[in-house]
Every structure is written in C-alpha cells, then in structure tokens.
C-alpha cells in the first residue's frame, strides 16, 4: 500500500514538477507568477487533439505541431500584452496573467466546447507491470522518464549553452545584461517559449490520465505553483524536488488519511511554507550585503 | 587623431530633472579622458545617456560614434559596435561563474580564438579571477568584483571603453593596482572615458581631464596642467590654499564658473 502510494505519488508529482518549472523559469524572469500557464498548457494539448483527431496526423506530427503552437503562444503573449504594460508593478502583471487564463479558458470552451473528450496517447495506461507490490503503468513510467529527461535537458541548457546562461545572466541583472549585448527582450520570448513548451508537456501527459476539457489544468495548475513555492520560486532544481514531495506527500495524505481532503493539500502545503520559509525548502539564494 | 567619440550638445532629463545642460565632449583614439566632478554633478548620466541606458533621451544633441550617430539607439546595438561600459557599483552577474561572467561579456562575439586568447590576456591582467574561475562573483570581495566588470567589458574586445568610478568601495592600494591596469588596457590600444571623483588618481593617467558642475563643462585641459591648477587643487583634490596665522582657513574660496 505505502510503495503503490509513493510510486504514484511520483508519477504524479513529476506533472506538478513540470508545471512548477514552467512557472519558475518565467518568475525568475519577469517576476510575475504566471496563472495562465495552466491555460496555455490545456490549450496547447487541445490543439495537439485537434491534429490527432481530428485531422488524422500521426503522434509525431501532432505533437510537434502542439509545441510549436505553444512556443507561438508563449511569444506571442509576453511580446502583445506583458511588453506593452508600461511602468508595470508586480501585481498587475499577475492580473494580467489572470487575464490571459480566462480569456484562453473562454477560447478553449467557445472553440472546443465543455464535454470531456478522450486524449488518445501512444503509450497505455492501462497495460502495468508489478514493482514488488505497487502497481505502475506504462503511462505512468513514461511521464517520469519523460519529466527527467526534460530536466536533465534543461540543466544542460542552462548549464553550457550560450543562450541558457545569457537567460541566467538577464534573469541576475537585466541592465548588465544589456550593456555585454544581450538583447534582454529576446531572451525573455525563448523564457515565455520555453516555459510555455514544458506546460504543454505537463497538458499532454495529464490529459491521457484526466479527461480532455477546458478545466483540465485548473487544479494541476494549483499542485503545479503549490510545489514551485514549496521548492522556492527562485530555484528551477528546488521546485522541480517540490513537485515531487508535493505529489507523495498529497498521495499519501489521501491513501491514509482522507481521500476527500486531498486535494487541500496543496493548499495547506502553501500555507504552511509561506508561514515558516517563504524562500521554499530549497532556496539558497546569494543574498547580497547592502 | 580622431575622434572615436563625438557628443555634441546633449541635455538629458531625469523626468522633470534637468541632469545634462548642454555637454560637448570630444575623446580622441588613443587617449584616456577623465571626467571629474562632484556627487551629483552628472558624470554618470553622460556615460548612461551615451550608453543608450536612458529612456528616451537625450532630449537634445547628438552623439556620434566611430562617425556614425548612435543617440536613440539601444544598449545592445551600441555595445556591438565596439563601445563597453563598466557600470557604477560593478553590476556583475552574482549568481553566475567568474568565467560565465566572462563569457556573457564575449556574448556578441563569435571568434573562438580571439575570445579564448582575450581570456587569457584578462587572466593576465587579474591572475586573482583565474584562481576564483569557478566561484560565483557575488561571492567574491569589491575588488575582485571591479576586476571582474572590467574584465567582462574587455571581453567585448572593445574600441572604447568607459569606466564608471572604478574606484568606488576600494582600498587605496586596489585603487592603485586598478588604475595601474587601466593604464596598461590604454596603452594596448583601447580608448578610455573615466568618470572619477578621486581626482587625483584619475588625473594622474589621464591624458585629458574635464571638470563637470550642475551638468555642464567648466573647465576642460591637459591632465598635467589641471593638476597645477589652484582651483582644481582646493576644489578637488582637497588642498588648502592659505591658512591664516593661527594656522586654520579663516576664509574659502569660492568660485562660481559662470
């Protein structure tokens, strides 16, 4: 029982872990908590949907069509609405955020309508294989070794290519960035690209889980920013552990103690870090001496 | 000689501030030209309006650089065309390596052999950041921080370099070490604007010096002859003129350079 809710718990954390790195990529740069990644991420796999069935194109096509759309996305709203907001203060950049969400929930339910529609996957989720006693499907397997790929890939990114440390470098200290010649607001479309490529990720492996509608990111969106705080917003390493905790500790809670409260979890997790280490658990931030 | 740098007239507001009055300023290939003033008298504000780190401004005047006009223009487009910035304050990028600082100044650089022999030409200049190569800057001391920043702004391989009071924060010694390599980049052939307030330091390497009040030019002249200056002395290096018999200045002098 203990190992079957641990081994979801990962399969499920490592979707919030997704969601948290999305956010995190884009807070270290703008600052902004963004609430319309979850939005972005649904519409994203409505659109690798639409390619899959309703035209007929192959996993590879569709999929590959949905991340480029998600990268347009991205671009397309941090260059039209983020940029333009002149003299912005944090909270009205998170307002605008919260403006993209419904419009794009409004989109996706004019467009796609609110019946639940099933998200086929190449991968089952029904064919298991036994781990001792827990039990953990293919579907399951594949969206953690997908998670860690895309983390290790990630780190690499950031780690050695040209691009990744110039996003580091802007993210630090954007006027110095300016001056070494980094053009500052490029850098922040790749963030809003990136960031909105890996949502789109975390969209397609929940959707064959979940069900297929407008309100498919709403709660994971939650789990997904519940565990970038947990982590601490300022570390992409941080939250994507998060994630993780937050999806055993959320699956034990309701293997346990009560299925019908798990979902308060996450809010309480929120609580609960905010009170006691507003960093996350594993901010270790260079603080600068004034 | 030419001149690499041309600003003709610029005035440059902070909002309602009116920060620059009308500054001329011409830096000659080659030389090092030191801009001395007070707190507040707009030394930095010439280097950001230059850079393009402003806002919309200059209000007025134009800047000309390597003959082509560049006011209005973005930092990111100036820095490409050969012109580096040391910030006030060092401005490194705390969370990133001593060499990925370095790096980020080669950013718009494609030449790998130019970037790696550049690497080890600031290595030589500041053997202390080969050592500190894989520490993160905000890590390290104010001095190694402003060895890093002019090192990061060298590696643009740049033909002009401006300096934000490198001397800021430092002990007397780094002041010296500093100026010292400041003098020794010149003399390899990069042109170099200084904004000071130490004087006397800036005086000292500079071929050319400029004295700034309330945003505009007082005094411009040969470094050596601004330093005999009974003016320059009192007002900026901290010498006193006459003491009267009981042995303290019973009267200042003033000037208004009107």
Redesign the interface.
């Known amino acids: 029982m203990f190992l079957q809710l641990v081994v979801s718990g990962l399969s499920f954390g490592s979707l919030y872990a997704l969601i948290a790195l999305a956010m995190v990529i884009i807070y270290k740069t703008s600052e902004v908590p963004n609430f319309g990644q979850g939005e972005m991420a649904m519409i994203s796999t409505f659109v690798a949907f639409t390619l899959l069935v309703t035209h007929g194109y192959s996993f590879a096509v569709s999929f590959i069509g949905a991340f480029i759309f998600a990268a347009a996305l991205g671009v397309f709203l941090e260059f039209v609405f983020l940029r333009r907001a002149k003299d912005p203060n944090i909270l009205s950049l998170i307002l605008i955020t919260l403006g993209f969400q419904m419009v794009l929930y409004g989109l996706a339910s004019w467009k796609w309508g609110a019946d639940q529609k099933d998200f086929p996957f190449p991968v089952s989720d029904f064919d298991v294989i036994n781990i001792g006693s827990a039990v953990i499907s293919y579907l399951n397997i594949a969206t953690l070794l997908i998670t860690l790929f895309l983390m290790f890939m990630l780190f690499l990114f950031f780690r050695y290519t040209?691009v990744g440390?110039?996003m580091?470098?802007t993210q630090?200290?954007a006027?110095?960035?300016?001056?070494?010649?980094?053009?500052?607001n490029r850098i922040m479309s790749i963030t809003w690209a990136l960031s909105s490529m890996i949502g789109a990720v975390a969209g397609m492996l929940l959707a064959p889980i979940a069900t297929l509608d407008p309100n498919l990111m709403l709660e994971p969106l939650l789990k997904g920013f519940a565990a970038a705080v947990l982590g601490g917003m300022t570390t992409l390493v941080g939250a994507a552990l998060g994630g993780y905790i937050l999806g055993v500790i959320e699956n034990l809670f309701g293997g346990y103690i009560s299925l019908e409260f798990k979902s308060i979890v996450a809010f309480l997790i929120i609580v609960l870090v905010l009170c006691f280490k507003p960093s996350g658990l594993f901010a270790k931030?260079?603080v600068?001496k004034v | 000689m030419t001149n690499l740098l041309e600003i003709k007239n610029i005035e440059t507001f902070y909002t309602l501030i009116y920060a620059l009055r009308g500054v001329s300023l011409a830096v000659d290939e080659g030389t090092v030209t030191a801009i001395l003033g007070n707190n507040g008298a707009g030394k930095s504000t010439i280097l950001k309006t230059v850079m393009g780190l402003l806002d919309d401004q200059p209000d007025k005047g134009t800047i000309e650089f390597l003959g082509k006009r560049i006011d209005g223009k973005d930092p990111e487009v100036i820095v490409r065309m050969g012109l580096s910035y040391v910030p006030e304050g060092r401005e490194v990028f705390d969370e990133l390596s001593v060499k990925e600082n370095l790096l980020m100044g080669a950013y718009i650089r494609r030449d790998r052999g130019g970037i790696r022999k550049d690497f080890e030409q600031i290595y030589a200049y500041f053997p202390v950041l080969k050592e500190r190569e894989a520490q993160w800057a905000g890590t390290l001391s104010g001095g190694e921080q402003q060895m890093l920043a002019i090192g990061r702004a060298l590696m643009n391989s740049p033909k002009l370099l401006f300096l934000d009071e490198p001397s800021l924060g430092l002990s007397p010694i780094l002041v010296r070490d500093i100026f010292k390599i400041i003098k020794t980049i010149n003399r390899e052939g990069v042109t170099i604007l200084l904004v000071e307030q130490n004087a006397r330091m800036a005086l000292a390497i500079s071929d050319v010096g400029l004295i700034l009040e309330n945003g505009r030019f007082v005094m411009k002249g040969e470094s050596k002859e601004l330093m005999e200056d009974k003016d320059v002395q009192e007002f900026y290096m901290g010498m006193r003129s006459e003491e009267s018999a009981k042995g303290f200045q019973r009267w200042k002098r003033k000037k208004r350079w009107r």
């Open positions: 040209k440390i110039a580091k470098a630090q200290n006027m110095a960035a300016r001056i070494n010649g980094i053009r500052t931030h260079y600068r």
